[in-house]
């Protein structure tokens, strides 16, 4: 069963700090990844999706990269603002089946 | 376009109550999928639908029943509640499959007493 890991659980930065939010996967044989943010008591929003043919995608201040052979993808943000504070959580399709497994997320604080 | 909208936003159930949680989609999505979040495990598949009139089961479908008539809607029922299944529950959806960008719905909590 592929199991998704996102370390650190939780994260706190200053205002202005570039940095990288870090997610592994055991099972290298995936379709895609997706990147969600989520705010308290709220849903998921996709940010970004990456498929397996590709090494990196890119929306504004954010930058996803996926090195399937690793399996790993890491979630760039750019010069962090308090409006980036919310929990980020990555998820992988597997090439079969139907299930799309999710990561427990990082819990980023963006502190004025 | 409104997205994926669900209904009721909180529901408080009784042991035993049974219940559907709703779910709509207008962007003509054909599959739909329902999930329950659970602190400290991430989001788990409980039953999904590749299109209407075809449904099938996910990680977690016990306790859990889902029909699809129309591409807009995919309703989840709880047939007997028990308080395990206290959770947060997201609906998704995406086009044309299941390998494209999921959308998710706005949640509903539902506690068991």
């Known amino acids: 069963k592929q199991e998704v890991t996102q370390i650190p659980a939780a994260l706190s930065v200053p205002e202005g700090e570039n940095l990288v939010l870090n997610c592994s996967f055991t099972?290298?044989?995936?379709?895609?990844l997706q990147w969600f943010r989520q705010d308290p008591g709220k849903g998921l929003t996709s940010l970004l999706l990456i498929q397996s043919s590709q090494r990196e995608q890119t929306s504004g201040r954010l930058n996803a990269s996926l090195d399937k052979s690793s399996g790993r993808s890491t979630l760039y943000i750019a010069a962090s603002q308090p409006g980036d504070s919310a929990t980020y959580l990555c998820a992988v399709r597997e090439n079969t089946g139907n299930q799309f497994y999710f990561g427990t997320g990082t819990s980023l604080t963006v502190i004025p | 376009n409104a997205g994926v909208t669900q209904t009721p936003k909180f529901q408080v159930l009784k042991t035993g109550q049974s219940m559907t949680l709703q779910c709509a989609q207008d962007?003509?999505?054909?599959?739909m999928s329902w999930y329950r979040q659970d602190p400290g495990m991430g989001l788990r598949l409980i039953h999904y639908?590749?299109?209407?009139?075809?449904?099938d089961q996910g990680e977690v479908p016990n306790g859990y029943n889902v029909s699809r008539s129309t591409t807009e809607d995919f309703p989840l029922r709880l047939l007997s509640a028990a308080p395990s299944q206290t959770s947060v529950y997201f609906c998704?959806?995406?086009?044309?499959?299941?390998?494209?960008?999921?959308?998710f719905g706005p949640g509903t909590r539902l506690t068991v007493l």
């Open positions: 962007m003509n999505h054909e599959y």
């Open positions: 099972d290298s044989a995936i379709y895609n």
């Open positions: 998704a959806s995406s086009y044309p499959d299941k390998y494209n960008e999921q959308f």
């Open positions: 639908s590749v299109g209407a009139g075809i449904t």
